[in-house]
């Protein structure tokens, strides 16, 4: 299994960014997928899933109305789109796979190694 983040950044407070997760090494129709972050000095942090078929999403309740998961099943690959941007988002975003397809468990098993979001003026 092989997840691979991009699309980190510095951005303006109130700016967008739009982070990408490339799996490999998978049947990636069969797992729900998602992203969790970490800030400086603090835990690991959910913020994000969507579920195989993208019928299903969740989100933080910090993020909810800002940002928008998706996946392309064809390409294996899964999205963040961040909008109005804080500098409280400013974390090392990870991309994870969930231990099913659905949503009922929010546990994780395998986790890329991250990308940089920086929010500051």
């Known amino acids: 299994v092989q997840l691979v983040e991009s699309g980190g950044a510095l951005v303006q407070p109130g700016g967008s960014l739009r982070l990408s997760c490339s799996a490999s090494g998978f049947i990636f129709v069969n797992y729900a997928m998602g992203w969790v972050r970490q800030a400086p000095g603090k835990e690991l942090e959910w913020v994000s899933s969507i579920s195989w078929g993208a019928v299903s999403t969740k989100y933080l309740g910090s993020v909810k109305g800002r940002f928008t998961i998706s996946r392309d099943n064809d390409k294996n690959m899964v999205y963040l789109q961040m909008t109005s941007m804080k500098p409280e988002d400013t974390a090392v975003y990870y991309c994870?796979?969930?231990?099913?397809?659905?949503?009922?468990?929010?546990?994780?098993?395998?986790r890329g190694q991250g990308t940089q979001v920086i929010v500051s003026s």
């Open positions: 994870v796979r969930h231990r099913g397809a659905t949503l009922t468990d929010r546990q994780f098993d395998y």
